[in-house]
């Protein structure tokens, strides 16, 4: 069993809902990227999604860009981001780690090599926004190959038939984007997410995460009714933004942690358990 299985079964023996935090490798600095993920997992993180910086991040919103463009000023890419994770890994042998990202890095790396070279650093899951799953099997049979896995978004214009598609690929989770537009734009619309749910979960075995739009503890609470998971970006890196980088850190796990308890405190519904 993988560590999202792992992850996720022992979520739903403890009848909690999972909360997966965004954050790009790199950034506010190179340095502080490692002690960022291990404030997260101390502040209630079960999942950490490390953003790999690429100068054309087509599905993030404009803060989600700062913070790639600030990790590339610096020198950061994907052997770097695979650096921090071996570190990270050196003291935290229970937290998965999933790479979210685009084509082009892996592309360039080569995928048998960047298979092995994510799976020697720890690499539990990869999510790449631009790989579609119709052309991705190989890709995902790959990945599976090395015990990491292969996550794909789902959309709020999904059909039917590409939902079934996806979770024939897709193992760890599947994640919903709950808005139609880039990472942090719009109003978050529960109601619909909500609706949506149902039909994603009775296609799929993996279980549901749920991201963009969730900015405090109120959005992630009425998300954690219906999913499986909670998946927070943009908002942790203007939190970070906010403060010295010297406090960066701080920063970022004191907002986890509050929305750790928010989502703590709801009673999952049958129709998410």
């Known amino acids: 069993m993988s560590r999202i299985a792992e992850c996720f079964a022992r979520l739903n023996a403890q009848r909690r809902r999972g909360l997966i935090p965004y954050v790009a490798a790199g950034d506010p600095a190179p340095e502080l990227t490692v002690p960022l993920m ?36 610096q020198g950061v890419g994907l052997k770097q981001t695979l650096q921090f994770v071996g570190e990270f890994r050196r003291q935290d042998a229970r937290t998965p780690v999933v790479l979210m990202g685009y084509a082009n890095p892996i592309e360039h790396m080569g995928r048998d090599a960047f298979a092995r070279a994510a799976s020697e650093a720890g690499v539990d899951g990869v999510l790449v926004v631009d790989y579609p799953p119709e052309e991705s099997e190989e890709f995902a049979a790959a990945m599976k190959a090395v015990a990491i896995d292969p996550i794909f978004l789902l959309a709020p214009t999904s059909t039917e038939e590409r939902i079934a598609r996806v979770a024939k690929v897709a193992s760890g989770y599947l994640y919903y984007v709950s808005l139609k537009g880039i990472t942090g734009a719009g109003n978050l619309d529960v109601a619909a997410v909500a609706a949506r749910i149902p039909l994603i979960k009775s296609l799929a075995k993996v279980p549901v995460g749920v991201g963009f739009g969730i900015r405090d503890a109120a959005s992630a609470q009425a998300v954690a009714r219906v999913a499986d998971a909670v998946v927070v970006g943009s908002r942790i890196i203007q939190e970070m933004e906010s403060v010295p980088r010297e406090r960066a850190v701080e920063a970022a796990s004191t907002l986890l942690a509050e929305l750790r308890r928010a989502i703590d405190e709801v009673a999952p519904t049958a129709a998410a358990a």
């Open 38 to 73: 291990r404030g997260l997992a101390a502040a209630g993180a079960d999942i950490i999604e490390l953003g790999v910086p690429f100068s054309d991040p087509m599905a993030d919103g404009p803060v989600i860009q700062r913070a790639t463009e600030r990790a590339i000023r």
